[in-house]
Structure formats: C-alpha cells, structure tokens
C-alpha cells in the first residue's frame, strides 16, 4: 500500500472500513461540516462529510432506491412528498421517477453539500434540474415545525443521530411530520444497523409507535455502511406496507415487488428484539 | 489510532477493512497456509487464513446458518451431510442441530485449522465433539472423486476460488458430487459477491447448470466479507428450493423459513445478469 493515500473511517471503536483516494476531487468547509469527495478505482466518486462516508457512486442505488420506493408504490396517492436532508440529490432523483409526485420539496440544512453534488456527482444530483423539485436551504426541524402545506410522504434522508441530526430522529420532529401528512400519510426514514445499533432502533420504534398507529421496518444491505445490514423505519397510521398500490418504475437495480417483500422480513435476531 | 495495531484486509484492489488486534492470540504457519487468530473489541475472535477473514464470533451465524440451513430445511431426509472445508466448525454445529442427521462429515485439508478452532474459537468448534461429526483430514477434491458413501446435501464451505480452493469451483468436482448425491440430494455452496464478482457467478451458473436440472442462487448479508452481499449456490436435480420440508431448529439468529424465501428473492441487478 505504500505511495499510495488511503481514507479510513471507524464503524464501531475499532473496525471501519479502507477506501483508497486515487483522486481527490473536492474539500470544503461549509458552515456545518467539512465534506470531502474523492474518487476510487471502485466505488467511484466517494462523499465525506464529517469523516463519515455519505454515499458512493457504486453503492449509492441501494441506499436510495430503498429509502424512496417502499413508500412511493405503498401510497394510494403520493402527489406531495418532503425529503429532510439528502443533499446529495439520490432520494430526489428516485422520488422523481413517479409520474405521480407533482412536487418533491427537498429541505437541507447545508447548501454546499448540494452545491458540490451538483458539480461532482451529476448521476446523484441530476434531478435538482427538474421543475418539479423544491429546494429549501434550509433546518429540516424547524420546517416540519412551521410548514403550512401538507405531505403525503415525508423520507428523512438524514446522517448518523449525532450532532446537528439528533433533532432528527426526536419526538418532537415525528409528531411534527405527523401533522403535516396525517392519517393518510407515509413517513420512512434510515434508520441505522440491526448488526450494531440494535438499541437504538428499538429506542425509534418505541417513539415512533407512541405516535403511528403502524410502525414497521425493513432491511436492505448498504455495503459502505456501518455494519452493511441497513434499517429503514416506515410509519403511517393507515398503509399497509405490504399492500402496493403501482408498479415500481423501471431501470431500479435493488429495488422491485418481491425485493419489498423480502425486505420486510426481518431475521430473528432483529425481529425479537423490536417484539418485545 | 496512534499505539493500536490495525489489521487490514483489501476486498478490492482499492478498498478493504479495518480491525483493531486488541490482543493476538495465535499464529501458526502449517503446510497450505497462514492462519491467524486476533481478538477485537466488537468482532471477538477474528480467524484469518492467508491473510482474509474466514470468520468473526460475532458475524458468522449470517454466513454459516444460511450455508447450511436452506438445504437441510428442503432436503426430504437430511440423513447423510458432507461439508467440503468448514475447519472452524461453524457448519458442522448447524447441520448437527437436525437430529435427522445421522453422520455429517467434513473433509478439512487443513489439520491446523481445526487443531486451532478446537482451542481458540469454542462457539464454532462445539460440535467435533459429537458422536455423528466424523473428521477427514485431506483434499475435498480427492475425496469426492474416491468416495464409495452416498450423500443427501453436499455443502462446500471453501475459501475464495484462487489458490487451493479453486478446483472446488470447477467442474469435475461438482461431477463428482453429483455422483455422490444422485438425483435426490442437494449442493449448496459461497458463491462470493453478488456486488463485486458477478462475472464468478455467472460462470458458476453455468457450470451448474450444466450437470444439475436446477440451480438457483441466494442471498444473505456477511458484515466482514467483501461487498457485505453474499451469494449462496443450491443446486438440484428434483428439490424445490422454495418447498421446505420441515421446521428450522430454534434459537437461530438469522435465518427462518420467511428468510429462506426472502433470499431467494435476487434484485434486479443480480436476477437480470443471472437470468441473461
């Protein structure tokens, strides 16, 4: 490995992962974070914020496809969705592929991040140009707090529950979302590892159930993510997540009819823990 | 990280994994290989041959209950198993939870992995001590092509196909297989990454599918293997993957018969390249 530069970030106190910087491409210090996008032989474009790998062009459409879609086929009707956070423009690009969503508001709290996604990762941010899409530069919390449109599905793109994304997996954050999509609505959101978060999702699902009437979760594998084994969370008083309304769109690489199914199956360890 | 020794392992050429040794705790160097036994903090013990994880305490229920549990589930009458590899145990404790197995033999090339699993790793190694685990030291390869036994589920529990372990991705060994386990039983078999070798598994799909009248593939996550997403082979000539013929034993942590299903289910990208 000599001569050549390496980026590390630690996953847990003492394992992470190693991703070789053969290029970098962009470093800023924005007025929240610093983000960092470099290129690898493999993963292609790589973004870093605060030391944490965000998404890579590689793996991105796991993370992405499986945040958007599993709300998008299950609502009768998703003609208004929020995004909180997803700077990159990867949820947006997925949300958009509906006919059906006639606005996608996309509220981030760091206008640099979405600034560099535009010049460095154009097959993640190429949906910002469409005329259907709302930026808002803008605190996801504070939005929920004070909007006066309503949502039929609000996905919360958010980073790790540390520093300024705390608020974002909070009480008070949900019950706001709540009141913006109603009874009819949809909320799903990242919701970390089942192989290394297990307490704090079962600390969400507690939270989310004292406000949805039905709070579910779901898998998929992120492979440059802690743990690799991903957690969503989806929440909604009234859909049955299992029950799809449409087809999903074309082209998605992870996603399709039977991936939803499966990924609703959650292995023992995991749903034994969130039962009881 | 300055005063704590990292051991790193590249999954690509450009890109790998982190884990800090908090303590060695065995090196040996036998006849085919470089093994090692460290301890980490979250992983417990991490068994390294020739320099890749074989396995950690702490992830490896993913990768040995789904090797070893959807063919024992739809084989009509498990009684007879042979796992090619496997020297740290951890098939041979799950094909020994089905008391419809009578005698379950592993064929290890390596003594030295066994002699340390026995030692250093107890949770896999457990079941060498059962009266029906009965042990082969020698070459898998060699083996199948002398053996006079018949076999009701075949499991290949190798390393990655360079090397020594080559040939049991070839031909002639899934040949000789199929003359052990005739018409009725079953070979399930790692398969790599569906993420970062599917050009390997397209070519494993063919070699199968020209000796066995069905070959399909499954899925399961495997934290510390490369691209996390990790591909299992079962092929047969009469059993229905999907029809399960009896319970799963209690206490696993990952698998059950909704995620046997659930893994059958290939996204997108795998099925299409698969199918092709």
Same mark, same amino acid.
């Given at each position: 490995m000599a001569g050549r530069n390496w980026f590390n970030e630690l996953h847990t106190s003492s394992s992470g992962i190693l991703l070789e910087i053969s290029k970098p491409i962009a470093y800023r210090k924005s007025s929240y974070q610093e983000i960092w996008i470099f290129d690898n032989p493999v993963f292609g474009k790589v973004l870093v914020l605060d030391g944490c790998v965000m998404t890579t062009e590689k793996d991105e459409f796991f993370y992405h496809e499986m945040l958007a879609h599993p709300a998008l086929t299950t609502h009768p009707k998703p003609e208004r969705v929020l995004i909180i956070g997803g700077g990159d423009g990867g949820t947006l690009r997925e949300v958009l592929r509906y006919p059906e969503v006639g606005k996608a508001t996309l509220v981030e709290l760091d206008r640099d991040v979405i600034d560099l996604a535009k010049r460095h990762l154009p097959s993640l941010s190429i949906s910002f140009s469409d005329p259907r899409a709302e930026v808002v530069i803008g605190d996801g919390a504070k939005f929920v707090k004070t909007a006066k449109s309503s949502y039929d599905v609000v996905l919360v793109d958010s980073t790790d529950p540390v520093g300024p994304a705390e608020i974002l997996f909070s009480e008070g954050f949900y019950r706001d979302i709540k009141a913006l999509i109603g009874r009819d609505g949809i909320l799903a959101l990242q919701c970390e590892s !089942?192989?290394?978060h297990m307490d704090f999702i079962k600390s969400q699902k507690k939270i989310l159930s004292s406000i949805f009437g039905r709070v579910n979760f779901y898998n998929a594998v992120v492979?440059?993510? !802690?743990?690799?084994l991903w957690s969503f969370a989806f929440a909604s008083d009234s859909v049955d997540p299992l029950e799809l309304k449409r087809k999903p769109p074309e082209g998605l690489r992870y996603y399709d009819e039977h991936i939803h199914r499966a990924a609703f199956t959650l292995p023992p360890f995991m749903r034994d823990e969130i039962e009881r």
């Open positions: !089942p192989f290394l492979p440059t993510y !802690p743990g690799s």
